[in-house]
């Protein structure tokens, strides 16, 4: 089966301008996580969508964060305006329902914002 | 409130040797944990997981230890390889369905030829 595939890979904005990352989920998991690691420090909880829900965005740093997942497939994760804080790694990850499903994580979308 | 630490950031291991990642997590109420692999530009690699109902479980080469006495898991990487270099990640689970997965910072785990 497909993995968890994000896109770009690489993005490199200036502060202030808009960037809108993808995510495609393995095929049938009603689970999408966005996890960020910024500075090689820990793996982050940004946000979890069952399928087209918000199940939880506690993890979102501010309103300038935006996460959608119209239709229960793709997410896009929107940064608008980008600060420099706002670098690092940002990662997708799914599972299938159960709390005992573990994620699979896609490659991540490296963020630069200078 | 919820945290998942790891003793040591980094680890240096001679080929061949046994490699034992430690963790400590501060959730009681933790009910799933999970060892995640991270190699350079690649997204967390699932290694292997246990349910707070157990105390050790086994994969190829790989052996999780949990004690909740004490908070604490561990990985065990048996005959570690080159190709076992990269970051390791604890993280773990509360019991509902809706819980989201907490990371620890990760320890580099490099191997000696």
């Known amino acids: ?114 | 409130g919820e945290s998942v630490g790891l003793h040591l950031p980094t680890l240096s291991v001679q080929e061949g040797d046994n490699s034992i990642i430690n963790c400590a997590y501060s959730n009681s109420a933790s009910d799933y944990f999970i060892w995640y692999k991270q190699e350079s530009g690649k997204g967390p690699q699932f290694i292997i997981d246990i349910r707070s109902n157990m105390d050790k479980r086994q994969g190829q080469r790989v052996t999780v230890l949990l004690n909740k006495t004490v908070k604490h898991l561990s990985l065990q990487i048996a005959a570690t390889q080159p190709g076992d270099s990269a970051v390791y990640f604890c993280a773990e689970k509360g019991i509902s369905s809706a819980s989201k997965i907490i990371f620890g910072s990760g320890t580099r785990l490099s191997i000696r030829p």
């Open chain 1, 1 to 114: 089966e497909a993995g968890v595939t994000q896109f770009p890979s690489h993005s490199v904005i200036e502060k202030g301008q808009t960037v809108t990352l993808r995510c495609d989920p393995i095929s049938g998991h009603d689970n999408l996580y966005w996890y960020r690691r910024v500075m090689g420090k820990e793996i982050k909880f940004l946000l979890h969508f069952v399928k087209e829900s918000k199940q939880d965005e506690s993890g979102m740093p501010n309103n300038r964060f935006l996460a959608e997942r119209t239709g229960g497939t793709y997410s896009t994760l929107k940064v608008q305006p980008a600060e420099l804080e706002d670098s690092g790694v940002y990662f997708c990850a799914s599972s299938q329902p159960g709390r005992g499903s573990p994620l699979h994580f896609g490659n991540g979308t490296r963020l630069t914002v200078t």
